[in-house]
Structures are given as C-alpha cells and as structure tokens.
DNA sequence: CATATTTCCCGTACGTCGTACGACAATAGC
DNA sequence: GCTATTGTCGTACGACGTACGGGAAATATG
C-alpha cells in the first residue's frame, strides 16, 4: 500500500492527462484494451457485485488481462473510481433549458436519481471525491447555466448543486435500503437471510425496555412497520422542498 | 478478509450486546482494558491522523495492546467505528427544548456541525452506517420531540433528521477543503506541497480550452478566487433554508 | 528481410490490512 | 494446590494495491 499524506485525500492525478482523449502513438505494440473499456468492465462489476468487489485483480480478470495491465490504462485504482464516477453521468439526458428553472432543475435531478438507482454503488462513492471529467461537467454546466435567471451567482450555483446532489445521493441509499429491507422480510429463503435476522435483531433492541423507555420516540418511529408512500412522490415532494427551500429566495 | 455477501454492508453484530453496559463476570483474568478505552484511543487516533490511521494495529499500540486483544473487547473494525461515531456524538449539549422548534432545531445542527469539525474524519465515515448508540438516539430523540409540534409524524421527522445531517456533513466536509486549500496556499512550504501542486494543475485544467469553450460557467466558476463570505454566516444562512424547506409546511 | 526501437503485457514479489486460531497467563472457587 | 474460567497476543492466512523488470509484439529503419 502507498499512501501519501495523513488524510484519506488520494494523491491525484494530472487531470489534463486523465480526462484528455489520449492520442495513439504510432510506434511500438498497439494496447489490446481501452481505457474506456477498463472503466465500462469496472462499473458493470460494480453494478453485479457492488463496490466491494471493484478490485483491480477483479476488473482484469473481466477483461481477459493480467492484473498489472490495467496500469496501462489507468494510473491507480482511485483514479478509476473517479473515471467510473464520470462514466455513468454520461447516462444524463439533458433538454435544452425550457425557461422555467424550476422545472429544468427538477428534471436534472430526476435524471441523477434514475443513474443513481440504476449503479447503486453511485451514492457511496461520490462522497469526498471531486470529479471533473466531462459528463461531471456537463451537468455542473447545466445546473449553473439554468440557474442564473434565478439570481444566483456562481458560488451559490455550485453550493446549490453540491447540497441537492448529495441529498439526491442520501435519499437513493435510503429508498433502496427499504427496498431491500422489504424484500428480505419476503421470503425467508436463505438468501439475504443472515440480513434479515440482523435486522430482527435490531428491531428487537429498539423495542427493548432500555432503548423504549430512555427514546420512547425513537423506538417507536423505527420499528413502525410504516406503510411507505409512493418512493417517486416523496422524492419528488422532497426535491421541490430542496430547490425551493435552497434557491427559492434571492 | 472475510466478506459476508455481496454489498459493501458489514454482517452485523447483536445490537443489544453491543451498547449494554457489559457485566464483567467474577471469575478469571481481569481485562487490562475497556472498550470506552479502546473507543477512545480510536478517535484520538482519528484525530490526530486521520481516518486512514486507524488500523486494528495502531489502535492496539496505542493503548499498549497486542493487536488481537483489540477483539476481547470489539468484535470487529465495523464495529469500532460504529462506537467511535457514537462515542464523538456524546459531545451534543442539548438543552431543553424551548417551544420554538426552529430555534431548536439550529441549535442540535449547530452542535453538530461543531462536532464534525473537531472530529473531522466523522463526515467520511458517517454514510451508509447506521449506528445506534445512546448518543445517537438521544441527538435523533430529541430532533424527533422537537418537531413533534411542527406538525411532522415520526417518518417525516426520521427523514428530516438525515437529510439535515446530510447537508451538516457534506457542508463541513466542503468547508475544511477550502480552509485547508486556503492554508496551502498561503505556505509554498514542503507540507501540503504535492496537495498545492495538484490544485494548481486542476485549476490550469478548468481553465484551459478544451472545458472553457464546452463549459464556460462551470470553468469560471471553479477558477474564481472566491472571496469566500464568512463560514459561520454562510452555514446559517444554508441551515435556515434547509429548514424552511424540508420542515416549513406541514 | 533483418534489425533496432518502441510500446505493451503481466508474473513475481512486497508491504499492509483484517482477523482466525490456539498456546499461554492470570484470576476465582474448591 | 487444582481446576475452571477468562483475557492476552504471537503466528499465520488470504486478501488487497501496486513497484519492478524481463519478455513479447508491433513498427521503423536499413
């Protein structure tokens, strides 16, 4: 292991190289891989697997390459993240701004939930992780430009994107964790099985004396079965609240 | 390693057992610990150098332990960071309420943006965990009894209560970036010398062509000097939207 | 076609991590 | 003392990220 500095901060990378098309020489062995398609191997193990199982032993394997030769294509396991991060905001699909910045930035941020419940392992790796590649700054640029009409300046733009990302990212892990909470109640098939019972467990200590008497709320707000409402109309009651609570007066 | 299933989500461990008080039984060898001391040597270790230091291994010396000792009194690293999150959220004073669930509320998000920055790997280590300790509850009873009287159930109360240490965490965390970058700045010293040339050559690239011309706002935006306003008036002003809009009309 | 040069591939190896296992040490009850 | 019980921790294993460098495959030059 390598690790440079106290922090967690990875030790970054020249992002002119990173991000630029990487023109082929044309001398020498041409590479029997891509960039591209180191990144396009790890996000589909992610998506089957999880983020846990984006090893760099593992992506290579996916593509048929011994371990070291993704050190071709990508200068370290971090910066991979970071390229699969940008790689799946390409699945943005972003209108021409209709005039009505509500209604626009409504649209983008459905747009990064739908991304997000498609790659679970999204919300989990954005956090502490800036990333300038350019579907990242594609959305950036659109969230700023729709913006403007509504009398914010750049700094408060960028502020206004970061907080509603991050609670898009928040609400999606939540909204699937029910899901597969749900699911697991179910059947009470093998599989999942150890995460039921944890769960049980849980509810059970929730419920205890000491938990009920002490946090008499707590305790009955997070063992109520609650009949969830609709998972799109929360989302979207919660993001008008968002956009108008954080961009809504001047 | 042993990984238990195939999301990034740790096995469990019985939550009851966990945050009881512990009985020591009367027979055989006295523990030379505690798990309060291994907790805390954990966040000291957090501290001082960052979530990234904390080993099983530094941990275990910095209390003078064998390392596997460490798992007489915790049983796992997951575990550990589940007592050091609620070890640090012991730090809350909250008073009682006071009638004005607004006030109140400011004041339990205050405390816990005070807390993050004097612990400032928590943020980091906050997603996607659950804990459950004393502390915890008792910060989550209380946003709960406080907003009782502003016309929320308990499941919009448990929901405000995340996306609002969301927004603390996320707004922190971006908060002691830019102090830092500031700091580095300031110093061309050796410390923090890499970290300053890293920024400069991902300024140089949001300012070259290639993301100006595709992206004039966004690059103009990131490249700003930013004169930036005062920290503590900016999370005010953010905290009270955020308010408004998630908790404003029932 | 032969050779030199450039580029890429990847087997091996190192240091670090979390932690399973079990021999050993220290206490309390008999 | 002896035995049962509990805590300590040295050793070891299987993962991980990745440095290093020898060999293979392509092109450029003759």
Known sequence: MTRTGTSGRAAG??????????????????????RAAVTAAAVALADAEGLGAVTMRAVAARIGAGTMSLYSYVPNKETLLELM?????????????????????????????A???????LPAALPARQTFGPNTLAALEYALTVLAPAGLDARAGLEVFSLLSGFVASHVTHELAQEQAAHNADNAGDAGNTAHAF?????????????????????HALTEPDAAPSPDATFDRLLDRMINGLAGAG
Do not use: C, K, N
């Not at 002119?16 to 029997?32: D, K, S, V």
């Open 13 to 34: 990378v020249d992002p002119e190289a990173l991000w630029a098309p990487a023109a082929r020489p044309r001398r020498g062995r041409p590479p029997a891989h891509s």
């Open 85 to 113: 991060i940008d790689e799946v905001g390409g699945g943005h699909r972003l209108p021409e701004p209709s005039g009505d910045w509500r209604a626009d930035l409504r649209r983008l941020f459905h747009e990064q939930r």
């Open 115 to 121: 991304i997000m419940r498609r790659h679970p392992w």
């Open 199 to 219: 769960h049980e467990a849980q509810t059970r200590y929730l419920r205890s004396p000491a938990v009920a008497d002490a946090y008499p709320t707590v305790s």
